[in-house]
């Protein structure tokens, strides 16, 4: 079960998303699963410079999306699953009106490939 999440936690998680660097360490750190990845690797795999990561890395962090744990002389970094899941929740709480929502293909009236199954 995923904490609730509240507005204020909402936005600082989408503000610090809202960055294409953040975006793409979060999206690796999500690939990577439990076993995270030390800022050396991310840097690697994204090519960015470790002082700009190190910025975004603790901006994900104080927006709570990132954990870090010290092993011998590295920082892993893993996504914070758990605080993912809850802003895809506070994000989708009230969709089709309290009913589960499904994608499904274009109804009458839709101007998207994809919309919400409710009608």
């Known amino acids: 079960m995923n904490t609730p999440i509240d507005e204020n936690r909402a936005v600082r998680a989408l503000t610090a998303l809202a960055q ?29 410079a470790p002082s700009a990561l190190s910025f975004h890395l603790k901006e994900l962090l104080h927006a709570e999306l990132l954990s ?26 009230n969709c089709c009106q309290g009913q589960p929502c499904e994608l499904t293909t274009v109804g009458a009236g839709c101007d998207d490939e994809t919309a919400c199954g409710c009608d």
Do not use: C, K, S
């Open 68 to 93: 870090q744990e010290r092993d011998g002389r590295h920082l892993i970094y893993r996504a914070a699953l758990g605080e993912m899941n809850a802003l895809i929740g506070y994000l989708t709480d």
């Open 20 to 48: 294409p660097t953040r975006l793409q360490v979060f999206r690796e750190l999500v690939t990577a699963g439990p076993a995270g990845l030390t800022p050396g690797q991310l840097a690697e795999r994204l090519g960015i």
